[in-house]
């Protein structure tokens, strides 16, 4: 059974910033990020497929940069100049071909 698993949220204060990592047990086609903010749809933060192919959600674009390391099956989201609008429980997505496998989600926080 494929395992993914996130780490790295946290409380920050606005203008902070935090790196989020993603690993999975085996080697994915794509891993994507997702945020739930309380009350509100899951979306879509940034992707990363296997030919490092990214992409942003418009409102995280020039602040949040995602990467991966393929020898550890990790992806990175390093977010910066946080606002109090990141809040949010963030997700991750690992993609196969065929399926799709989510983590269980870290809390960010951006207060003062």
């Known amino acids: 059974q494929v395992q993914v698993v996130e780490s790295g949220g946290g409380l920050v204060q606005p203008g902070g910033s935090l790196r989020l990592s993603c690993a999975a047990s085996v080697s994915m086609f794509s891993m994507t990020w997702y945020r739930q903010a309380p009350g509100k749809q899951r979306e879509l933060v940034a992707s990363?497929?296997?030919?490092?192919?990214?992409n942003y959600e418009d409102s995280v674009k020039g602040r949040f940069t995602i990467s991966r390391d393929n020898a550890k099956n990790t992806v990175y989201l390093q977010m910066n100049i946080l606002k109090p609008e990141d809040t949010a429980v963030y997700y991750c997505?690992?993609?196969?071909?065929?399926?799709?496998?989510w983590g269980q989600g870290t809390q960010v926080t951006v207060s003062s």
């Open positions: 990363i497929n296997n030919r490092d192919i990214t």
């Open positions: 997505k690992a993609s196969s071909q065929f399926f799709d496998y």
